[in-house]
């Protein structure tokens, strides 16, 4: 047993890791999500944040854009030229992306000060291109409705998961300890 653990020593130690930030991560986020109920931001400061800052975009783009408060769910309605094509909801704020890529590169840290630049400038990178990505479906869903399916199920998620596992190939290959091991 303790070869095993001799000899997949680096494996254990980056599913743990892993797992300890994700977690830790992920029950603060929570806790947040449970302290915005009721606040003055609805649904959550930052979805009703990035649905005003995808509208800004949007009437920047050309279009006559609104984004309301959901009467039903909790969630932003986007309405674009009189047509409402979209909900923007607390999954849509890339909160969850950030959470997921800040733990893969503490899992695989580096230097310090270079894992915290790298996880703000990646977490920054990532939210800008989630609103471009929101802004962006937004669009297709007005010009190309009855591809909402693909649009929204396939094409939109790849671009976000896809920049994401770049930024950490990027990183593995650059800056990790594994690099400074292996390499």
Known sequence: MQELFTKYKLVIKFILTFLMVYVLFSVIYHFYLEFSEGCKFYPDYITHLVAKQTEDLLNGFG????????????????????????????????????????????????????????????SVLIYVVNLFRIALICVALYHYPEHQEFLHGVLFPAIIYGMVFLLWIFWVNRFSNLKNKHG
């Open 63 to 122: 279009y006559n854009t609104q984004v309301l408060p959901h009467p039903d769910e909790p969630s932003m309605k986007v309405i674009l030229n009189g047509n409402y094509v979209a909900r923007v909801i607390e999954g849509c704020n890339a909160a969850s992306v950030i959470i997921l890529f800040m733990s893969f590169v503490f899992a695989f840290s580096g230097k310090l000060k270079t894992t915290l630049f790298f996880i703000l400038s990646g």
